[in-house]
């Protein structure tokens, strides 16, 4: 199973940002899939997910209404676009299947970084 994030960046608070996951080694129509943040010293933790077939979607309250989740299933793809970015934001940035199905290898993942 491998991950490859990309689309990070430096971005002053109030842009925007588009991060893409590829995915391949496993069925990725089948599985649920998330983003995940981890803050510097933290432990990496959920903040989107979405069904299989791309029908619904989750969220953490912190990114709720700011971020959002879509998949391309026929390009083993999930991108997560990130408006109104805040310093908080600042994070290195993982995909991999939700929380209940994640799989033990992660991706480098891409660092986002807010800040004027």
């Known amino acids: 199973v491998i991950f490859v994030e990309s689309g990070g960046g430096l971005v002053q608070p109030g842009g925007s940002l588009r991060l893409s996951c590829s995915a391949s080694g496993f069925p990725f129509p089948n599985y649920a899939m998330a983003w995940y943040r981890q803050f510097q010293g933290q432990e990496r933790t959920f903040i989107a997910g979405i069904t299989s077939t791309g029908e619904n979607t989750a969220y953490h309250a912190s990114v709720k209404g700011r971020f959002t989740i879509s998949r391309d299933n026929s390009k083993n793809i999930v991108w997560l676009e990130m408006n109104a970015l805040k310093p908080n934001d600042t994070a290195a940035y993982y995909c991999?299947?939700?929380?209940?199905?994640?799989?033990?290898?992660w991706g480098q993942g891409t660092q986002v970084a807010v800040s004027s």
């Open positions: 991999n299947a939700v929380p209940t199905h994640t799989f033990p290898s």
